[in-house]
T-cell receptor, first 115, second 115 residues
Framework: ETGVTQTPRHLVMGMTNKKSLKCEQH?????MYWYKQSAKKPLELMFV???????ENNSVPSRFSPECPNSSHLFLHLHTLQPEDSALYLC??????????????FGEGSWLTVV | AQKVTQAQTEISVVEKEDVTLDCVYETRDTTYYLFWYKQPPSGELVFLIR??????QNEISGRYSWNFQKSTSSFNFTITASQVVDSAVYFC????????????FGPGTRLSVLP
């Protein structure tokens, strides 16, 4: 069983829909991340929460809205997305964002297609 | 500036061949960490190894080995006697002490092991 689980694994949504991606980590970590992986682009860090506080927001459009109710759960709320937002969205966790030596552990990802 | 280069976009080998995946990094920091991850078709990034900048010892784990050379800023990954299950995209990543866990990922190398 993976330490970081994401649901749904696959999502197809229209541009006017509202949906959410969910992530849960079972590793006792304090930092959680959302990454975006598009075809032929490097992994992009979107958001970081450390001890439930958002510490990084890498100029992500407001149509992506993160939520971190506790250290084990992370959501990504999606609203009025564009087709170019179709990508693999990866959730990850680590012990503490401020320690650059910690290993980041990833979930299996949510494949999102915007039609 | 941080930068990670994986010059090999795609590699194809026949099963049982040895293969080396190259990773070259740039950093001005004296304290940093290097990582390798494997991404099979399912999507999850699987952690393989972490190395800190003060430990240049090479490491071997089964069929996997890593060669860290600070003099050439390289952290290469070798798979011995490759197997079809090794087919995946492999990412090298860098994190610097001053940037927390704001990993910089390389573009990845797609390895195909043919039967």
């Amino acid at each position: 069983e993976t330490g970081v689980t994401q649901t749904p694994r696959h999502l197809v949504m229209g541009m006017t829909n509202k949906k959410s991606l969910k992530c849960e980590q079972h590793l006792g970590h304090n930092a959680m991340y959302w990454y975006k992986q598009s075809a032929k682009k490097p992994l992009e860090l979107m958001f970081v929460y450390n001890f439930k506080e958002q510490t990084e927001n890498n100029s992500v459009p407001s149509r992506f809205s993160p939520e971190c109710p506790n250290s084990s759960h992370l959501f990504l709320h999606l609203h009025t997305l564009q087709p170019e937002d179709s990508a693999l969205y990866l959730c990850a966790s680590s012990q503490d964002f401020t320690n650059s030596g910690n290993t980041i552990y990833f979930g299996e990802g949510s494949w999102l297609t915007v039609v | 500036a941080q930068k990670v280069t994986q010059a090999q976009t795609e590699i194809s080998v026949v099963e049982k061949e040895d293969v080396t995946l190259d990773c070259v990094y740039e950093t001005r920091d004296t304290t940093y960490y290097l990582f390798w991850y494997k991404q099979p078709p399912s999507g999850e990034l699987v952690f393989l190894i972490r190395r800190n900048s003060f430990d240049e010892q090479n490491e071997i784990s089964g069929r996997y080995s890593w060669n860290f050379q600070k003099s050439t800023s390289s952290f290469n990954f070798t798979i011995t006697a490759s197997q079809v299950v090794d087919s995946a995209v492999y990412f090298c990543a860098l994190s610097e002490a001053d940037y927390g866990q704001n990993f910089v990922f390389g573009p990845g190398t797609r390895l195909s092991v043919l039967p």
